[in-house]
């Protein structure tokens, strides 16, 4: 059974700082991309951030510079570094694991709010 379990969501103020983890079964993990998605209220679940089993990083030009994915094949883990976080930054962030044959499996998903 695949299971992807999200971490380390919270409250924080514009500009601080969250570090996101997803622990997944080892079913899946190495030979999966793993990625960071994210929905706010009222609108679609959009792409974060990807990382590959090689290592290749694809962001969304939202967070280009801010945030930064990272995976620990030793593990099981991604995680996600979140800095200068802004109020649009706002939303539930869903752990992805998309496999070599192109299922997706995802996380139930961490609500991170940045607010003053």
């Known amino acids: 059974q695949v299971q992807l379990v999200e971490s380390g969501g919270g409250l924080v103020q514009p500009g601080g700082s969250l570090r996101l983890s997803c622990a997944a079964s080892e079913s899946i993990f190495s030979d999966a991309t793993m990625g960071w998605y994210r929905q706010a209220p009222g609108k679609q679940r959009e792409l974060v951030a990807t990382?590959?089993?090689?290592?290749?990083?694809r962001y969304a030009d939202s967070v280009k510079g801010r945030f930064t994915i990272s995976r620990d094949n030793a593990k099981n883990a991604v995680y996600l570094q979140m800095n200068s976080l802004k109020p649009e930054d706002t939303a539930v962030y869903y752990c992805d694991a998309n496999s070599r044959t192109g299922v997706d499996y995802w996380g139930q998903g961490t609500q991170v709010t940045v607010s003053s």
């Open positions: 990382i590959t089993r090689f290592g290749g990083i």
